[in-house]
């Protein structure tokens, strides 16, 4: 598998490829992803506001790249998003036939001024 994802293809395939368990929501109901959760939340600065546009509302994880998924480098490639922010994310590489990763670049830029 390449080193990066280029299209919307490509992260769903990553995904798929590192997946241990049947389905992503089976391992969203991991040990292993609560585990991964837990940490990510005991980092309050990162997780109490959304990475993008600094609302403390309806955070969520987000995985930037599923390259690490199920390793222990994954906590490395997860930001909080706001569900506003974690749609558009999604939505816009969807629409622009673009890596999550990359749109997660493109959606981070756009909100840059969040936080000169």
Known sequence: MKETDYTYADTWIRRES?????????YLASDWWKKIKAKAQRRSRIYSRCNFCCSKENIDL????????NTKHELCVIV???RSCHKEVHETAKEL????????????????????
Not at 62 to 69: A, F, L, N, P, Q
């Open 80 to 82: 909080a998003l706001c």
């Open 97 to 116: 036939n673009i890596s999550v990763q990359i749109a997660t670049k493109v959606v981070r830029k756009k909100y840059s001024h969040y936080h000169v």
């Open 62 to 69: 987000h995985h930037t790249t599923y390259k690490h998924i």
């Open 18 to 26: 590192n997946m241990i368990h049947n389905t992503y929501q089976e």
